[in-house]
T-cell receptor, first 115, second 115 residues
């Protein structure tokens, strides 16, 4: 069964600092990769997704992620964070050919951006 | 932007009682999902639903759980005889169509507390 791991449970940083959140998955087949964000009191929102093509994916709010197939990784980055980026970030994977395309989530990383 | 809506936002129920969690997926979406997140743990897949039948379910989704699409808009999760360990946040999600390149859209969740 596939699994997803996120390396950091909590990250604290100051505004304008750069952010990188690690995500690794265990499945060796063809996967779809996602990053979701959950702002306090809100629902999970899609930040970006990778299905095929350019492994560097750009999402909303200045976020990007790079798929490195050889490392089974899909790390999320933002060059300069803002206070409003305080949220919990979830990496998720689905199998390309699975009937229901269920998502398998990582444990999430809580990011606190200090003003 | 269309949203997935869930009701109630918080449900408190006595152990052994039946509970129904309700979801209204985005109107032109065809695939529906339930996930749950126990406090401090990962978001876990429960079940996926397409064309009026379950397409995939997890080990968690045992005989006490059922899903239904009673009309053209609602998608419900029923827990027949609740246990303390069913206390969690339950998320509904929907996806537009076939193919892995359609992301899932999530509702705000229902916090279920079993006493």
């Amino acid at each position: 069964a596939q699994s997803v791991s996120q390396h950091n449970h909590h990250v604290i940083l100051s505004e304008a600092a750069s952010l990188e959140l690690g995500c690794n998955y265990s499945y060796g087949g063809t996967v779809n990769l996602f990053w979701y964000v959950q702002y306090p009191g809100q629902h999970l929102q899609l930040l970006l997704k990778y299905f095929s093509g350019d492994p560097l994916v750009k999402g909303i709010k200045g976020f990007e992620a790079e798929f490195i197939k050889s490392k089974f990784s899909f790390n999320l980055r933002k060059p300069s964070v803002q206070w409003s980026d305080t949220a919990e970030y979830f990496c998720a994977v689905s199998l390309l050919k699975a009937a229901g395309n269920k998502l398998t989530f990582g444990g999430g990383t809580r990011v606190l951006v200090k003003p | 932007e269309p949203e997935v809506t869930q009701t109630p936002s918080h449900q408190v129920t006595q152990m052994g009682q039946e509970v129904i969690l309700r979801c209204v997926p985005i109107s032109n979406h065809l695939y529906f999902y339930w996930y749950r997140q126990i406090l401090g743990q990962k978001v876990e897949f429960l079940v996926s639903f397409y064309n009026n039948e379950i397409s995939e379910k997890s080990e968690i989704f045992d005989d006490q759980f059922s899903v239904e699409r009673p009309d053209g808009s609602n998608f419900t999760l029923k827990i027949r005889s609740t246990k303390l360990e069913d206390s969690a946040m339950y998320f509904c999600a929907s996806r537009k169509g076939q193919g892995g390149n359609q992301p899932q859209h999530f509702g705000d969740g229902t916090r279920l507390s079993i006493l």
